[in-house]
């Protein structure tokens, strides 16, 4: 049997989890796939894609720093994708468009609700960061109907701009790091701090010992983040592996039409992450 080519495009690569976790995924549904990792010129990213899908690929992955591009180049995007404003999957349609979708907010979602069994109805939710990231997971998260999301951010303007685009039933609010000073059921680091072995400069008083909190970076061992908060007494700390696994398992879904179990996939990335 032949095998159908897809692969997830950035710059840099090298140490993208993307091809091990979809290798994974394709022996468990038994779908021919095969899965590489492609790194892009910066300045080349729109004629890889053109390049890989005449070459016969079916489907792409995006990731840094090319979600933005993936977005401008799709003739066809989903509503996530569009209120997230950036595309981490691409395939084309039956009549060859390219279409675009963002499976990063609904991987972060079915990450707390299914694998850390989380309601999130009802519940008052700190947002970190005002980049892409967040944007990207910001719809699904007001979907679960929280009580109030409130975004902070060392440049309260761009928290302020993200607020507004979002503005809806659920309250949605904008602040800097430093201003929070109740606790918060939920807590998401949507910074990169993490990967700098740094956290975000923020109140102690946010966290109390009903809070969990959720990085979206991952690593051996805790994130200085998750570190921050349980040396804070949080009930429970998170990290983001979960939401690679599921955001990757909502993209194959995309493509073959099969949503494979996640579960022994994250098993297997958290015995070589460490």
Known sequence: MSQDLYAVMGHPISHSKSPLIHSLFATQTGEP??????????????????????????????????????????????????????????FRDDEGRLCGENTDGPGLVRDLTVNQRLDL??????VLGAGGAVRGIMAPLLQEQPADVVIANRTVAKAEALAELFAGEVPVTACGFRDPKD????????????????????????????????????????????????DLGAERVIDG???????????????????????????????RVG
């Open 33 to 90: 796939v095969e899965y590489t990792a492609i790194q892009c010129p910066l300045d080349g990213f729109a004629d890889s894609v053109k390049t890989f899908f005449e070459r016969g690929g079916k489907g792409l992955n995006v990731t840094v720093p090319f979600k933005e591009q993936a977005w401008n180049m799709a003739d066809v995007l989903s509503p996530g994708a569009r209120a997230a404003g950036a595309v981490n999957t691409l």
């Open 121 to 126: 109805k009802g519940a008052r939710i700190l």
């Open 183 to 230: 606790a918060f059921d939920l807590i998401i680091n949507g910074t990169s701090a993490s990967l700098q072995g740094d956290l975000p400069p923020l109140d102690s008083s946010v966290v109390g010992p009903e809070t969990i909190t959720y990085d979206m970076m991952y690593g051996p061992g805790l994130t200085p983040f998750n570190q921050w908060a349980r």
């Open 241 to 271: 592996l979960g939401m690679l696994v599921e955001q990757a398992a909502e993209a194959f879904a995309c493509w073959r039409g099969v949503r494979p179990e996640t579960s022994p996939v994250m098993a297997a990335l958290r015995d």
